[in-house]
């Protein structure tokens, strides 16, 4: 079974998980960055999509032509959420847990960490079909006690990430939702066109 890495247009490798972001890391350390085009190709966003996030200062601004690792894991963060949340909703999420996009100092979990442990639980709730309520809370005490020393704020750090892990599964399942609807509205076109 192919597994997305959410965010991205990539797959995980057959053999299993890896820290989602070292999937990316090769090519930012190989190149400075990647430029606009990469990242439309990384996401399947639109550039223009990208630099409305970065106007509304949602993302961070880049520097020169090409966009770094703390702007590529909040376009990330964002891209994931999209489809189940408002972008504003998804940007005071963020807020919540990392402050003010400019600021690292005021961050409860680094993006990277943040990012990684997201697509991890995401990754194991998708391989043991296990996005009931119960199983999520564990996956992510799991994961925030893995990275204890990392984090300021466990609590609400939690709160977000269930609210994240969960909002990527709505977008899943209304994306899989829109393609069966689509495929019915085209049979209904179809059919009363027959008639």
Not at 10 to 19: A, C, H, Q, R, S
Not at 44 to 73: D, H, P
Not at 124 to 130: K, L, M, Q
Request: with cysteine.
């Amino acid at each position: 079974m192919k597994i997305n890495v959410p965010g991205t247009t990539l797959f995980y490798p057959e053999n299993g998980p890896v820290p989602a972001f070292s999937l990316i890391s090769p090519v930012l350390e190989a190149t400075g960055g990647l430029t606009l085009s990469q990242l439309s190709t990384l996401t399947g966003l639109g550039g223009s999509t990208i630099q409305n996030w970065i106007k509304r200062g949602w993302v961070s601004a880049t520097k020169g032509k090409k966009y770094s690792e703390k702007q590529i894991l909040r376009i990330l963060l964002i891209n994931m959420l999209r489809n189940a949340m408002k972008l504003e909703d998804i940007a005071k999420l963020m807020a919540y847990v990392n402050g003010d996009v400019d600021d690292n100092s005021d961050d409860i979990i680094a993006d990277i960490h943040l990012y990684n442990m997201l697509c991890s639980i995401i990754y194991t709730a998708e391989t043991n079909s296990a996005f009931e309520p119960k199983s999520v809370w564990k996956q992510i005490d799991a994961g925030i006690e893995e990275h204890s020393c990392d984090i300021a704020n466990a609590v609400k750090l939690r709160k977000a990430m269930y609210v994240m892990v969960m909002g990527y599964r709505c977008g899943v399942l209304k994306r899989q939702m829109d393609e069966v609807l689509t495929g019915v509205l085209e049979e209904q076109k179809m059919g009363s066109l027959g008639k």
